[in-house]
């Protein structure tokens, strides 16, 4: 069953803007993740938030955890036009944190227009 | 390159046909899925093998057949299939044995049923 839900749907900004995009969820989870998929292409990870963290940094992504709201947010600062893709909240639920227990929302496609 | 590797890229096939999607990883884990990707859905986790045994299948029909001879190699038979089977088809694998842990995907095998 769905446990992620992304806002927005679509997102659409110039490069060099920020996009935030938010992912809210339903039950207590272990860890939640973010993933990036290119059109037809394979899923590919990004980043990890344990569930006793609230704030996570690589690069340019800045991503938070807010576990009392159940909701977690994904920033790209200075987005490039190579960032136009679909991205994807996860959730791991149960003890083990195992990623076969890994639950995706419906993403948020974000395109980035030079 | 993530390390899984999916073959083939692209597959079409007729209601009778029978074919099957391969894929292997690389990275030495032990837990291999199948997910199902169509448009404007979310990822529908198909199949888990753990140990090359398969510990969950989320109501998939019988039409689908996994097959996990190894830790390092998936399979799934496709056989009479149905023109709405016709997605995205992704494997990942994962190190189970860990917690808070990652997937990584392939590339994924576009299926057409025509």
């Known amino acids: 069953s769905q446990q992620g839900e992304e806002d927005p749907q679509a997102l659409s900004i110039q490069e060099g803007e920020n996009a935030t995009m938010n992912c809210s969820y339903k039950t207590s989870i272990n860890n939640l993740q973010w993933y990036r998929q290119n059109s037809g292409r394979g899923l590919v990870h990004l980043i990890l938030?344990?569930?006793?963290?609230r704030e996570k940094h690589s690069g340019r992504l800045r991503v938070t955890l807010d576990t009392s709201k159940k909701s977690s947010s994904l920033l790209i600062t200075a987005s490039r036009a190579a960032d136009t893709a679909s991205y994807f909240c996860a959730t791991v639920s149960g003890s083990s944190g195992s990623a076969r227990q890994l639950t995706f929302g419906s993403g948020t496609q974000l395109t980035v227009l030079p | 390159e993530t390390g899984v590797t999916q073959t083939p890229r692209h597959l079409v096939m007729g209601m009778t046909n029978k074919k099957s999607l391969k894929c292997e990883q690389h990275l030495g884990h032990n837990a291999m899925y199948w997910y199902k990707q169509s448009a404007k859905k979310p990822l529908e986790l198909m199949f888990v093998?753990?140990?090359?045994?398969?510990?969950e299948n989320n109501s998939v029909p019988s039409r689908f057949s996994p097959e996990c001879p190894n830790s390092s190699h998936l399979f799934l038979h496709l056989h009479t299939l149905q023109p709405e089977d016709s997605a995205l088809y992704l494997c990942?694998?994962?190190?189970?044995?860990?917690?808070?842990?990652?997937?990584?995907f392939g590339q994924g095998t576009r299926l057409t049923v025509v």
């Open positions: 990942a694998s994962s190190q189970d044995r860990q917690t808070n842990t990652e997937a990584f």
């Open positions: 938030i344990r569930s006793n963290e």
């Open positions: 093998y753990n140990f090359k045994e398969q510990t």
